[in-house]
């Protein structure tokens, strides 16, 4: 199968696909922390009120956007994603999730996509925090199709959604799955094991998959995180094994997470996780040497299988 | 209202308080510092609101940051007719209703839920920016405590009004010096607060006598008229004012009101109007 890369980094195609839709809709208005993208800067150019950098100020920032959206308006925080979730999680909680109010965060630098630059930068606890939150939705996109839709940003929405975007010019992988849907993605190959993942791992995963032509098991890919779907149970009962990978602590992560609704749903599942260990969490290194030490790696998968 | 009327206004919510909070509990010393604020803004034609229609487009928007002191906002807005005061003093408090011990924007007339510090200026910002971006006249007034200033989020909205030049935003500082436990003086100077405000670039106001309601209003004028930025009233109130038992004594932000001081606290209330 022939891998075709996209041309821009995931935020650079969302930013190019909102500037129409923030030129039919003027409500629309972009926060962010002193961050940038190359789309966003002719973004910029063309609505310089509406993109309004507030420095690092992210507890003002969301307090900011959830007053805004109060009178109307239609927040996009734009901003790491470590940034924006842990230093505000308050107002997050309070000024958005509590006041049920309409806020967009576009967050880049999911896990350990900004490895190099250490344990500030990386988001490998947002999604344990957020899911604490009601009136919340966490969308961690494998590829930059996923989040090129208008459902998530109409602002109907009555709380926070999250958006958990990765770096770099990801591959295309529309068609390596078989039932695609907004919530999750499938494709089946091997009849016992299933392994799930979401985010930059699935980009590894079917990268593997495609280089070696080695399918040993089939692939569920979690673009929503929470509410997560409860279809995703009559996949998970077809299998005899489950894996779950993440780039993320374990606790709270995507594991707890399907866990949690399979307990709820009285499911009885051989699952195991494969997620960050408490003693290599906080490393420096790149990208496959903390997936290394951590044990999340191609390899590290393979032999949990 | 002449200010006569407005007085007694003051005088008739404090006795109210005094009894909802000896039925029910509440921080009755923050809520007795602010009724000459809160009376002065809600009473003297300064701020405009629709009893009839709380989210009326056309409104200006009042933002309890000190959550804490809700029941005097509660009580006031029943004697506005947002709701009526029976169906208050019935639900205050009370399970499966919306009359929190820190306010709960479910109540009609209330735009926010506080209780945790450091929120409503920021909030209060957003709308006041939006406003902005409407073009319409419409004002956000922000209610806080001093210790609440303590908070770098308070600074983080500080800055972020003045540089945008939000002159729509009105923040009343309830400055009575005393935190949830002891003295402001414990853990922040107090005298630098003024100079703090100044340096973000807000037009500061100080009224020496935040419990005197000419002189409230007047300072309310004063932000109505003012074009150029945001502005912040450094109202010099005494905590648990008219109530001399509990007037300068950190010890009442949570202690209650109960039988053994009821009589005491209501004689000494009464004394105070005369």
């Not at chain 1, 965060?105 to 490998?124: K, Q």
């Not at chain 1, 997560?228 to 009559?234: A, L, M, R």
Request: hydrophobic share 40%.
């Amino acid at each position: 199968m022939k891998i075709q890369k996209y041309t821009k980094d995931m935020r650079d195609d969302f930013f190019d696909f909102l500037l129409p839709i923030m030129e039919k809709d003027n409500m629309i208005l972009i926060i962010t922390n002193d961050y940038g993208a190359p789309m966003l800067d002719l973004i910029k150019k063309k609505f310089p009120k509406r993109c309004i950098n507030c420095g690092i100020t992210e507890q003002n920032i969301v307090s900011v956007s959830a007053g805004l959206a109060y009178n109307g308006y239609k927040p996009i925080i734009y901003s790491i994603s470590t940034f924006i979730t842990l230093r505000s999680f308050e107002q997050i909680k309070l000024d958005i999730s509590v006041m049920k109010l309409p806020v967009v965060i576009l967050s880049v630098g999911a896990g350990y996509a900004y490895s190099m630059d250490g344990p500030t930068h990386h988001a490998t606890d947002d999604i344990a925090i957020l899911n604490t939150l009601s009136n919340c939705r966490i969308i961690s996109p494998s590829e930059n199709s996923l989040i090129l839709k208008k459902s998530i940003i109409n602002f109907k929405f009555k709380g926070l959604t999250y958006l958990r975007l990765d770096r770099g010019k990801l591959q295309k992988l529309s068609n390596f799955f078989d039932y695609n849907s907004n919530t999750f993605r499938f494709k089946k190959v091997h009849k016992n094991i299933l392994v799930i993942s979401t985010g930059f791992l699935i980009q590894e995963i079917t990268k593997s998959i495609q280089d070696s032509n080695i399918f040993s098991f089939s692939l569920m890919d979690i673009v929503q995180i929470k509410p997560i779907d409860k279809k995703i149970i009559t996949y998970i009962k077809m299998f005899k094994k489950v894996i779950i990978v993440e780039e993320h602590i374990a606790e709270g992560g995507l594991f707890t997470i399907i866990q949690s609704l399979l307990n709820k749903n009285n499911i009885k599942s051989n699952i195991s996780s494969l997620s960050l260990l408490q003693s290599s969490t906080y490393n420096y290194g790149d990208r496959d040497m903390l997936h290394r030490h951590n044990k999340i790696d191609i390899k590290s998968i393979l032999g949990a299988i | 209202m002449n200010i006569n009327s407005l007085k007694k206004k003051c005088q008739d919510l404090r006795l109210k308080n005094l009894d909802i909070c000896y039925k029910s509990g509440g921080h009755i010393s923050t809520c007795l510092s602010t009724v000459e604020i809160l009376v002065g803004i809600y009473y003297s034609r300064v701020f405009k609101f629709n009893p009839k229609k709380p989210k009326d487009s056309n409104r200006d928007y009042f933002i309890l940051s000190k959550g804490h002191g809700c029941e005097i906002v509660y009580l006031i807005l029943a004697d506005l007719g947002f709701y009526s005061n029976n169906y208050f003093n019935n639900n205050y408090r009370k399970n499966n209703f919306d009359f929190a011990g820190h306010i709960n924007s479910k109540v009609n007339g209330v735009e926010f839920s506080s209780g945790s510090l450091g929120h409503g200026l920021g909030f209060g910002s957003g709308i006041a920016l939006s406003n902005k971006f409407k073009k319409n006249n419409l004002k956000t007034i922000v209610l806080m405590g001093d210790a609440e200033c303590t908070a770098g989020s308070v600074w983080e909205a500080a800055n972020f009004c003045s540089f945008n030049n939000l002159n729509n935003i009105l923040t009343v500082v309830d400055f009575n010096k005393i935190g949830a436990t002891e003295n402001i003086s414990s853990f922040s100077d107090p005298k630098l607060l003024e100079k703090k405000w100044v340096s973000f670039g807000w037009n500061v106001i100080n009224v020496e006598d935040g419990n005197d309601l000419n002189s409230l209003i007047k300072a309310y004028k004063k932000f109505v008229n003012n074009k150029n930025k945001p502005t912040v009233i450094l109202a010099n109130t005494i905590k648990g004012k008219g109530i001399k038992m509990l007037e300068n004594d950190p010890i009442w932000h949570t202690k209650q009101i109960d039988n053994t001081n009821y009589e005491k606290a209501l004689k000494d209330l009464q004394n105070s109007f005369k």
